[in-house]
């Protein structure tokens, strides 16, 4: 009998306690699931795909293979120390033939003129004519047509253009480019702008980060040391800023730093300065508008932290003979350094992508990598280049992302 009670409550209707209690809980992980499938998605949908679909094009561009396959195939012999041979000429010939009828001669012609600048209208001009070509040779004619022809490099860019898959645009991106010779050697001067916007928006989101925590660490101290019903107040006024469009922020700056601006007048008013200030179009003007702007991004985090930092600790510091200073150095300013590192870090990778601000309130020498994707992507319609800037800006995130967690580590983050 004990023995049959043994058994009868090792089982629930007929089925093993274990079995039971292993469907429940499969049962309770389906419906989770099931409730976080719509955010799943929703994620796929609006970042995973977009986004890999950015690094896709920062490395595939089959212009050159679709558009002119006898060419590419033509030139997959050819070993890049002279002109090629007259078969590849005809190739050529041919290509330009079937784009003139076909009227892609301008994509073929833009996608040419990204590492040949000038080449577009060439490129057109020589297909009009090569359609009327009809006998060999090809060479001297194409030559003749158009001297183009007669350069090794657009031969080497479109031998390169026999796979779908290509690197011009990331070593673009960096400065770098293709020789003659299928070489990777940086750019010319002229051309070498990419790593001094990469430095200059470092640059100014370091600064602008060390403002917001320059500014920022005090006011969150403060708030954190009040008491509660009148840090909710003052937290409503430091969150006020996000009632309103960064666009309509930034026109407010514009409206205060220009010449004849409030800030100015002011200043003249006060005899502090004879004369209105260059305090729009400039480095300071912008630092100062995307400070202002990225300050409770800063501030938030290292408030949240410092509510969860217990006064005791200090306290505890100071009747052991530790002065005021000492106290808050050594024990209550380390609890606070995950959130200061949070605040930093969101505010260091939201300055990298910023391109309103700057464009509103910098002046040329201030725009930053944002500038030049919106250029690439609205203006020039290179979606390869816009990609590869795009692509090294998330790289950079994801590798302060990953040195945070390392040092700090994401879970050392308590919020309040």
Known sequence: MATMLVQSAGKLDGMPLRIKLQHVERRRKLRAFALALPLLLLIQIAFVLPIGGMMFKAIHDDTLLTLMPRTTVALSTWDGKDLPNESA?????????????????????????????????????????ASTLSARPYKAALIEISPLWGQREVWSLLKRGHSAYTSYYLLRSADYQYSPDGHIVASPPEYAVFRDVFL???????????????????????LAKLPNKTSNLLMIMVVLPFWTSGLVRTTAWAILLQEHGVINDMLISLHIISKPAELIFNRFGTVIAMTYIQLPFTLLPIYSVMKTISPNHVRAARSLGAGPFYAFWKVYFPQSLPGIAAGCLLTFILCLGYYLTPALVGGP?????????????????NW?????????????????????????????????
């Open 200 to 222: 200059r928006t470092l640059g100014i989101s370091l600064g602008v980060t060390a403002a917001t925590l320059l500014l920022g660490f005090p006011v969150a101290y403060l």
């Open 365 to 381: 020498n201030d725009q930053m990598v944002g500038y030049f994707i919106a250029f690439y992507t609205n203006e020039d319609l």
């Open 384 to 416: 390869g280049m816009a990609s590869a800037l795009g692509g090294i800006l998330l790289s950079a995130t994801l590798v302060l992302y990953y040195l945070y967690n390392k040092v700090v580590g994401v879970g050392q983050l308590k919020m309040g």
């Open 89 to 129: 000429y005809a190739a050529l010939a041919e290509d330009l033939k079937q784009a003139w009828a076909q009227k892609t001669t301008g994509v073929i012609g833009k996608r040419i003129n990204y590492e040949l600048p000038g080449a577009s209208s060439e490129v057109t001009s020589s297909a009009r004519k």
